[in-house]
T-cell receptor, first 114, second 112 residues
Framework: NAGVTQTPKFRILKIGQSMTLQCAQD?????MYWYRQDPGMGLKLIYY???????DKGEVPNGYNVSRSTTEDFPLRLELAAPSQTSVYFC?????????????FGEGSWLTVV | GENVEQHPSTLSVQEGDSAVIKCTYS??????FPWYKQELGKRPQLIID?????GEKKDQRIAVTLNKTAKHFSLHITETQPEDSAVYFC???????????FGSGTQLTVLP
């Protein structure tokens, strides 16, 4: 199993541009998440999904959108990129809800908005 | 929502010494407390977790203790080794989405 795979690993965006971070998992997990990690800070939940066709906002959803058309894929869309969105983004998944279930993270995507 | 505070933000210990990282949480309904380790440039990985029905859990050189009354839990690493150097995150369920809220992390450095 590849686990959680996210692309791209690095990206530089100009202010106002849009892009999609791709995420896929091959563990047949129901739950998927997107976190952002700012330097010296913890992980903030952007969006999560409990299954195909179902998504919900986390702590910091503004400026982002997600979709979950299949169990495997959970792309994160950035519209009108802003410098405040410069961060490391982690996609993650778990079999069921987070309480008591291990969250598996992808390798991260480093995004810089200039 | 849940508020998770983690201390210290940085910790340096000599190889072989013990390290202790403490987290406090605000939501008394929280019942699951994992710890994640993140090596430089890598993804966070679960190293140990504890549920609210036990007070302590050990796995070789690492242990986690939980004090529900005081609403704090701690990570203990004994006989530290250079490969223990990493950022450690605690987490507790809560927040606006009732999902895990992470602490701000502790940079542990084990000095040879």
């Amino acid at each position: 199993n590849a686990g959680v795979t996210q692309t791209p690993k690095f990206r530089i965006l100009k202010i106002g541009q849009s892009m999609t971070l791709q995420c896929a998992q091959d563990m047949n997990h129901n739950y998927m998440y997107w976190y952002r990690q700012d330097p010296g800070m913890g992980l903030k939940l952007i969006y999560y999904s409990v299954g195909a066709g179902i998504t919900d906002k986390g702590e910091v959803p503004n400026g982002y959108n997600v979709s979950r058309s299949t169990t495997e894929d959970f792309p994160l869309r950035l519209e009108l990129a802003a410098p405040s969105q410069t961060s490391v983004y982690f996609c993650a998944s778990s079999k069921t809800g987070q309480l008591g279930n291990t969250i598996y993270f992808g390798e991260g995507s480093w995004l810089t908005v200039v | 929502g849940e508020n998770v505070e983690q201390h210290p933000s940085t910790l340096s210990v000599q190889e072989g010494d013990s390290a202790v990282i403490k987290c406090t949480y605000s939501d008394s309904a929280s019942n699951y407390f994992p710890w994640y380790k993140q090596e430089l440039g890598k993804r966070p990985q679960l190293i140990i977790d504890i549920r609210s029905n036990v007070g302590e859990k050990k796995d070789q050189r690492i242990a986690v203790t939980l004090n529900k009354t005081a609403k704090h839990f701690s990570l203990h690493i004994t006989e530290t080794q250079p490969e223990d150097s990493a950022v450690y995150f605690c987490a507790a369920p809560g927040g606006s989405a009732r999902q895990l809220t992470f602490g701000s992390g502790t940079q542990l450095t084990v000095l040879p």
